[in-house]
């Protein structure tokens, strides 16, 4: 049975962090999952999705200079000395909250040889950190239509990156919506990329809203999840319609629980 974590970054926005922990434990849910949660003492977290029944399970590295339109710094050369304090502070995050996974955000910037060696060696430096808390660093592929000049756009492109770091603790963050803004024939990638996946998440196409709607028939993606035999969890990361509680009716109407 595919087990569901609540993305806090989207749902329940309106509410503080420990209110969203709380609310996400009250509909049903037994983990959550975070963007940039490092303005909340991590102790406070801890606390919060203990008296939620809930566990935390990753969280991102910084953005960076949001106003200046960075999304990451892993892949950026010049800022190794930044994004290692990023991972430094996310897996401090990650040892206080027991979460297990880390998204290493790459930046805006072109895949360049100059690019990719940065980011390559990054991630072998901050994958030996993240192991001795056993945690793992994910690799997601952000479409272009939603970040413009992101490192890479296309989940294979993501693959290429894992398989050259070659370490068991860097793995792709599978994002449906992004797979299928971005390139679509969502199945067959997913079952192509299966054995690197650490991580999914879900969200309709095109809209982001709840999964019950658009273009991905997400009762084919639930059944080869199960098929494959996935035992992560999977990330609701979308954007609700209206209410985030009332919203929930989808697991219904996709004939899944949480």
């Given at each position: 049975m595919l087990r569901f974590s609540a993305n806090l970054g989207f749902l329940w926005a309106e509410l503080p962090l420990a209110g969203?922990?709380?609310?996400a434990g009250r509909a049903g849910f037994s983990a959550v999952e975070m963007h940039w949660p490092y303005d909340v003492p991590a102790e406070s977290v801890a606390a919060a999705a203990a008296e939620a029944g809930v566990v935390v399970t990753g969280v991102n590295t910084v953005r960076g200079n949001v106003a200046a339109g960075e999304f990451g710094l892993g892949a950026l050369p010049g800022r190794e000395g930044e994004f290692e304090a990023s991972v430094a502070e996310a897996v401090a995050f990650c040892r206080a909250t027991g979460a297990t996974s880390i998204h290493a955000m790459a930046g805006v910037i072109d895949d360049t040889?100059?690019?990719?060696?940065?980011?390559?060696?990054?991630?072998?430096?901050?994958?030996?950190?993240?192991?001795r808390d056993g945690v793992t660093l994910l690799l997601e592929a952000i479409n272009p239509r939603d970040k413009?000049?992101?490192?890479?756009?296309?989940?294979?492109?993501?693959?290429?990156?894992?398989?050259?770091?070659?370490?068991?603790?860097?793995?792709?963050?599978?994002?449906?919506?992004?797979?299928?803004?971005?390139?679509?024939?969502?199945?067959?990638?997913?079952?192509?990329?299966?054995?690197?996946?650490?991580?999914v998440q879900i969200a309709a196409v095109p809209s982001r809203a709840e999964p019950d709607?658009?273009?991905?028939?997400?009762?084919?993606?639930?059944?080869?999840?199960?098929e494959l035999g996935y035992r992560g969890w999977v990330g609701c990361e979308y954007k609700p319609r209206g209410d985030t509680t009332e919203g929930l009716v989808w697991t219904e109407r996709l004939g899944v629980s949480l």
């Open positions: 969203r922990i709380a609310a040889p100059a690019s990719r060696t940065t980011f390559i060696a990054n991630l072998r430096r901050a994958a030996d950190e993240a192991a413009p000049g992101y490192f890479y756009s296309r989940v294979d492109e993501a693959a290429e990156i894992a398989e050259a770091v070659g370490l068991d603790n860097v793995r792709l963050l599978f994002d449906v919506y992004h797979v299928g803004v971005a390139t679509g024939d969502v199945l067959t990638r997913l079952r192509r990329f299966f054995p690197l996946i650490g991580h709607e658009g273009e991905i028939a997400y009762p084919a993606i639930f059944t080869a999840l199960e």
